[in-house]
C-alpha cells in the first residue's frame, strides 16, 4: 500500500524556518523522483522542488531558489524540504508527490500526499 505522509508545517514569522518532512511507504524514495508542490488560496498548485531517483540531482523553482532545499534520507525513506527565511507569500498547503520528472519540472504525478500547511505572517 503506498502512502506518502506530510509533517512539520505550522506557523512561523517572516524570516523563520521550517522543514517538512514526507514519510513514504509501498515505494522506495531513491527509486522514484520525489516533489514538493504547493497550493495557495485561489492559486493554482505549483512545484517547488523536486530530486531525481538515481543521480539525487535536485531542482528548485526560481521563487525559492536560495531559501529552500529538497533532499532525502534513503534509509528512512523519507524526503524532506528546509524552507528558510520564509516570506507571507509562502503561505500555502504544501504536497508530497511521486512520480516522474523531466527537466525542470515534475510531469507525471503517481501519488500525492494530504498536505502539510504552512503560514508565513508579517
Known amino acids: 500500500q503506498v502512502q506518502l505522509v506530510e509533517s512539520g508545517g505550522g506557523s512561523v514569522q517572516t524570516g523563520g524556518s521550517l522543514k517538512l518532512s514526507c514519510i513514504v511507504s509501498g515505494f522506495r524514495v531513491s527509486d522514484t523522483c520525489m516533489a514538493w508542490f504547493r497550493q495557495a488560496p485561489g492559486k493554482e498548485r505549483e512545484g517547488v522542488a523536486h530530486i531525481y531517483p538515481a543521480t539525487g540531482a535536485t531542482y528548485v523553482t526560481d521563487s525559492v531558489k536560495g531559501r529552500f532545499t529538497i533532499d532525502r534520507h534513503n534509509d528512512a525513506n523519507t524526503v524532506y524540504l528546509q524552507m528558510n527565511s520564509l516570506k507571507p507569500q509562502d503561505t500555502a498547503m504544501y504536497y508530497c508527490?511521486?512520480?516522474?520528472?523531466?527537466?525542470?519540472?515534475?510531469?507525471?504525478?503517481?501519488?500525492w500526499g494530504q498536505g502539510t500547511q504552512v503560514s508565513v505572517s508579517s
Open positions: 508527490a511521486a512520480g516522474i520528472c523531466s527537466g525542470w519540472k515534475m510531469s507525471e504525478v503517481h501519488y
